[in-house]
Nanobody, 116 residues
Framework: QVQLVESGGGLVQPGGSLRLSCVASGSMFSIYVMGWYRQAPGKQRESVATITNSGTANYADSVKGRFTISRDNAKNTVYLQMNSLKPEDTAVYYC??????????WGQGTQVTVSS
């Protein structure tokens, strides 16, 4: 089992920045990719950014150039630096971890609201 705890969400004005953190614990040896997903009201959950154990990152087209995912393996922590935030980035952001058996683990989610 893997437990994920997110933090760092909040209310920010358009153009502002936030950094989300996700601390993982448990059977981390089996995890090969971690990432951030988001779900806006009335919409399906979508992938925002993922990063593999080797550091390969992938981003949704909508966030490329604005968001950066990183991980600190020593701290079992994944970060999402979000810059130039837009109102359409408003959503609940979830941390995800996937193991080699393709089991998914999810955090409880953190709300990000971009509004003036």
């Amino acid at each position: 089992q893997v437990q994920l705890v997110e933090s760092g969400g909040g209310l920010v004005q358009p153009g502002g920045s936030l950094r989300l953190s996700c601390v993982a614990s448990g059977s981390m040896f089996s995890i090969y990719v971690m990432g951030w997903y988001r779900q806006a009201p009335g919409k399906q959950r979508e992938s925002v950014a993922t990063i593999t154990n080797s550091g390969t990152a992938n981003y949704a087209d909508s966030v490329k150039g604005r968001f950066t995912i990183s991980r600190d393996n020593a701290k079992n922590t994944v970060y999402l630096q979000m810059n130039s935030l837009k109102p359409e980035d408003t959503a609940v952001y979830y941390c995800n971890a996937r193991n080699y058996a393709l089991n998914n683990y999810w955090g409880q989610g953190t709300q990000v609201t971009v509004s003036s």
